[in-house]
């Protein structure tokens, strides 16, 4: 089993859907969990990072964890066409080295107009 | 202001020859980082440097050397490439104790 799974897609909706992508993992090890928006031929960026389970809000987005189950999620409110992009989540061990940093596969999203 | 920078975008050569990535980051993070995608846009890592010394070396082969002569660059060198190195690698800097990489905007090799 990898690290860290995540459903490719490619998934597509209409503007204004919520989205939701999702990534599992298995190293309990893992306390801090990010995602990161990678537009076409450019480098990932970091959109979110939180530490501990539960729901982090920032606008359209929200991350969520949920620790016990292995799971995370991010949710995109009233999605536009300029979130069209690939989403990776990344997760580490506290303290552990930078380098430590697991990135899924990223789910290619694209929002129709 | 290009907080994380990468020469040069576009690489394309013959298989057998050596190349090097340039990466220079103004972000005055500790650490820097070499990441590979694959066709799948699969993103793992290569090496990481803090403080100029070397902390992770995944199954990388030693064709591969990265270089940082200061902690605002770290070079990546490779010798013999084959077809399997084409790939689009990124560099990436982040500050020890926080969270969060920023990445350069990614260097595409194609080694024909």
């Known amino acids: 089993q990898k690290e860290v799974e995540q459903d490719p897609g490619p998934l597509s909706v209409p503007e204004g859907a919520i989205v939701s992508l999702n990534c599992t993992y298995s190293n309990s090890a893992f306390q801090y969990f990010m995602w990161y928006r990678q537009y076409s031929r450019k480098g990932p960026e970091l959109l979110m990072y939180?530490?501990?389970?539960g729901n982090k809000e920032d606008g359209r987005f929200t991350a969520q964890v949920d620790k016990s189950s292995k799971y995370i999620s991010l949710f995109i409110r009233d999605s536009q066409p300029s979130d069209s992009a690939t989403y990776l989540c990344a997760m580490g061990e506290y303290g552990g080295s930078q380098g430590n940093l697991i990135f899924g596969k990223g789910t290619k999203l694209s929002v129709k107009p | 202001d290009t907080a994380v920078s990468q020469t040069p975008k576009y690489l394309v050569t013959q298989m057998g020859n050596d190349k090097s990535i340039k990466c220079e980051q103004n972000l005055g993070h500790d650490t820097m980082y070499w990441y590979k995608q694959d066709s799948k846009k699969f993103l793992k890592i290569m090496f990481s440097y803090n403080n100029k010394e070397l902390i992770i070396n995944e199954t990388v082969p030693n064709r591969f050397s990265p270089k940082s002569p200061d902690k605002a660059h770290l070079n990546l060198h490779i010798n013999s490439l084959e077809l399997g190195d084409s790939a689009v690698y990124f560099c990436?800097?982040?500050?020890?104790?926080?969270?969060?990489?920023?990445f350069g905007s990614g260097t595409r090799l194609t080694v024909v």
């Open positions: 990436a800097s982040s500050q020890s104790g926080t969270t969060g990489y920023t």
């Open positions: 939180t530490y501990s389970s």
